[in-house]
């Protein structure tokens, strides 16, 4: 694996930034450094403050003005704090001159998702993709990080040197793509010949943002052992397994979850495992309803299932976390038939937007799973009639 000097210690101090401007409000900023919040306690680290800037562009050389760094490194300076982590992407040389003004290690949102991606990456498969995306990351980023090497001794003579070990280092990391290419290649041949070897079973797969639930509903529907933790990126990996209900087997997928900002490198190195996704027959997008921000969560892998060609498919809605939801928005003094009314109104609206595509469950809690259960039943042996009409033993 490559060895990044910006990989996160367990438990360091970390500092987030983020900016307010004409395309992201304030209350959105916050939203988003709470994801980030987490991203940084997956990682390791814990968020023990904030700063946020309104600005109408950021600055190019420091992402955020001289003023707001001034105040960033005073604070960092006082609370020993051993990290920044931006929720925007830095260049080179915005990380090379923030670094320099406040002394302290500086990354983006992306370097800490690659991060949380090399530590959760446990295949040969899962390692590459990962190692592919950061060096993709780092390729654009040489220049900046090598600026210091132009002032060594100062002036003429000295910029030769470190122009040379830049261009160095750029073969090195291209010879490390190209070579990541052709392993990632090789197993993509590979993953194919297996999913072809799969047979004529219908395919479903798990889909949804991060941290939904996927794995512990993979777990409920599959009745096998399948890694879910309150971490994000808890599964990297895709994970098949052949399914029956009543008489009607298929196959259930499990895939990395989607966040809003996902480094397109990482799509881009991952496209075997979303190469699941995209050859499956049915997608159930599981969606944590308790969340705060859930349409947009929503919104965000639709957003990634269009990009990656995989939104004409059927899809079943599965909501998710309603113990979670009702006990976020129901107080103790509600009539019981106020809480009956919003829970309908809930249902009703997301029947209609869905065309009737919705289902409301508690993994946790094994709610309304038989219904669950019974919509996969209908769409598995809907697909069946379509794609295969001679397999009558699958249909009843």
């Known amino acids: 694996m490559l060895d990044k000097k910006n990989s996160i210690k367990k438990e360091e101090k970390a500092v987030l930034v983020g900016i307010i401007h004409k395309d992201q409000t304030e209350t959105q900023v916050q939203e988003y450094l709470d994801?980030?919040?987490?991203?940084?306690?997956?990682?390791?680290?814990?968020?023990?403050?904030?700063?946020?800037?309104k600005l109408l562009h950021r600055d190019s050389k420091t992402f955020v003005g001289k003023g707001k760094l001034e105040e960033i490194k005073?604070?960092?300076?006082?609370?020993?704090?051993?990290?920044?982590?931006?929720?925007?992407?830095?260049?080179?040389?915005?990380?090379?001159?923030?670094?320099?003004?406040?002394?302290?290690?500086?990354?983006?949102?992306?370097?800490?998702?690659?991060?949380?991606?090399?530590?959760?990456?446990?295949?040969?498969q899962a390692k590459a993709q990962v190692e592919l995306a950061q060096y993709q990351y780092i390729l654009p980023r040489l220049r900046?990080?090598?600026?210091?090497?132009?002032?060594?001794?100062?002036?003429?003579?000295?910029?030769?040197?470190?122009?040379?070990?830049?261009?160095?280092?750029?073969?090195?990391?291209?010879d490390k793509i190209s070579l990541l290419r052709k392993k990632l290649a090789e197993i993509d041949k590979q993953a194919f010949t297996q999913r072809k070897d799969r047979g004529e079973l219908i395919r479903v797969a798990l889909v949804g943002y991060t941290n939904v639930g996927k794995s512990t509903l993979m777990t409920l529907l599959s009745k096998s052992d399948v890694f879910a933790e309150n971490k994000l990126f808890a599964t990297l990996d895709t994970t098949t397994r052949k399914v029956v209900f009543e008489t009607t087997p298929f196959?259930?997928?499990?895939?990395?979850?989607?966040?809003?900002?996902?480094?397109?490198?990482?799509?881009e190195s991952f496209k075997s495992t979303l190469d699941e996704v995209r050859e499956a027959d049915i997608l159930l997008h599981v969606v944590d309803i308790s969340h705060p921000a859930y349409e947009e969560q929503m919104g965000i892998v639709n957003k990634t299932l269009q990009d990656i060609k995989a939104f004409d498919k059927p899809i079943l809605v599965v909501f998710n976390k309603m113990d979670l939801y009702?006990?976020?928005?129901?107080?103790?003094?509600?009539?019981?038939?106020?809480?009956?009314?919003?829970?309908?109104?809930?249902?009703?609206?997301?029947?209609?937007?869905?065309?009737?595509?919705?289902?409301?469950?508690?993994?946790?809690e094994k709610r309304n799973l038989e219904?669950?259960?019974?919509?996969i039943l209908h769409k598995v042996r809907e697909m069946y009639k379509v794609r295969y009409p001679y397999k009558q033993e699958f249909l009843y």
């Open 35 to 53: 994801e980030l919040a987490f991203l940084a306690e997956t990682a390791g680290a814990v968020a023990v403050k904030r700063f946020t800037q």
């Open 74 to 124: 005073n604070y960092c300076q006082q609370k020993n704090i051993r990290i920044l982590i931006f929720d925007d992407e830095l260049s080179g040389a915005q990380i090379n001159n923030i670094e320099k003004a406040t002394d302290v290690k500086t990354i983006d949102r992306s370097d800490l998702i690659l991060d949380i991606f090399a530590r959760r990456a446990k295949t040969a």
């Open 144 to 174: 900046g990080m090598w600026k210091h090497l132009e002032r060594l001794g100062g002036g003429i003579g000295t910029r030769g040197p470190g122009e040379t070990e830049i261009e160095t280092d750029r073969r090195i990391v291209r």
């Open 251 to 267: 196959l259930l997928s499990d895939t990395v979850g989607f966040i809003r900002k996902l480094p397109h490198h990482l799509v």
């Open 326 to 364: 009702e006990k976020n928005v129901f107080d103790e003094w509600l009539d019981e038939n106020v809480k009956k009314e919003i829970l309908e109104d809930l249902r009703e609206r997301w029947e209609r937007e869905t065309d009737g595509n919705a289902v409301f469950i508690s993994a946790i």
């Open 371 to 375: 219904s669950l259960r019974k919509n």
